[in-house]
Antibody, heavy 127, light 106 residues
Framework: EVQLVESGGGLVQPGGSLRLSCAAS????????IHWVRQTPGKGLEWVAGISWNGDSRGYADSMRGRFTISRDNAKNSLYLQMNSLRVEDTAVYYC????????????????????WGQGTLVTVSS | VLTQSPGTLSLSPGERATLSCRAS???????LAWYQQKPGQAPRLLIY???SRASGIPDRFSGSGSGTDFTLTITRLEPEDFALYYC?????????FGQGTRVEIK
């Protein structure tokens, strides 16, 4: 059974940093690209970032590029999202989501749907 | 931009649900997916490629459409089908999601 378990969320002040993690099991982690998607009551679901099976190709949403960094450790079956210069509007539930492809196409990693999602971790940016 | 309609659909178990998703530009190769989300849960993939059912999804769920207009149909609503539904286009950059349609019990 595919399982994706996010952690690392919490309360952070504007301008602060946070590192999210996603622990994967139930599938061969390094066979697939994997992404972060966030959800807010106001904007709904929003794609954040994606990374190819070997980490060589990465993509970011325009509003996160330069502030967020996606990475993975295939030896640990883990995905990460380093978030810097956080803004109030980054407040959201962050999901890791697997795709049925090893690749990340283009600067926005589009072209593939999300076949499994984690339960999410809440990030609150507030003073 | 993906626009879903209606915002809320009030129906009874056993009825047919028809959800619409309209794109502001043609979706490349009909790369459109539908997800179901229940309170406190992660989204679950229902349909990809506009009309292909994901593994384990009951055949009362079907997707159709092409270009800019897509539809998710639930032929006979079961109690567990009352939830939020999102469309997602992954054929054009940047990939985007609709704002959701809530299917509620009438």
């Amino acid at each position: 059974e595919v399982q994706l378990v996010e952690s690392g969320g919490g309360l952070v002040q504007p301008g602060g940093s946070l590192r999210l993690s996603c622990a994967a099991s139930g599938f061969t982690f390094d066979d697939y690209a994997i992404h972060w998607v966030r959800q807010t009551p106001g904007k709904g679901l929003e794609w954040v970032a994606g990374i190819s099976w070997n980490g060589d190709s990465r993509g970011y949403a325009d509003s996160m590029r330069g502030r967020f960094t996606i990475s993975r450790d295939n030896a640990k079956n883990s995905l990460y999202l380093q978030m810097n210069s956080l803004r109030v509007e980054d407040t959201a539930v962050y999901y890791c989501a697997k795709v049925p492809s090893p690749y990340c196409s283009g600067t926005n990693c589009f072209g593939v749907f999300f076949d499994f999602w984690g339960q999410g971790t809440l990030v609150t940016v507030s003073s | 931009v993906l626009t879903q309609s209606p915002g809320t659909l009030s129906l009874s178990p056993g009825e047919r649900a028809t959800l619409s998703c309209r794109a502001s530009e043609s979706v490349y190769i009909n790369f459109l997916a539908w997800y179901q989300q229940k309170p406190g849960q992660a989204p679950r993939l229902l349909i990809y490629g506009a009309s292909s059912r994901a593994s384990g999804i009951p055949d009362r769920f079907s997707g159709s459409g092409s270009g800019t207009d897509f539809t998710l149909t639930i032929t006979r609503l079961e109690p567990e089908d009352f939830a939020l539904y999102y469309c997602h286009q992954y054929g054009n950059s940047p990939q985007t999601f609709g704002q959701g349609t809530r299917v509620e019990i009438k």
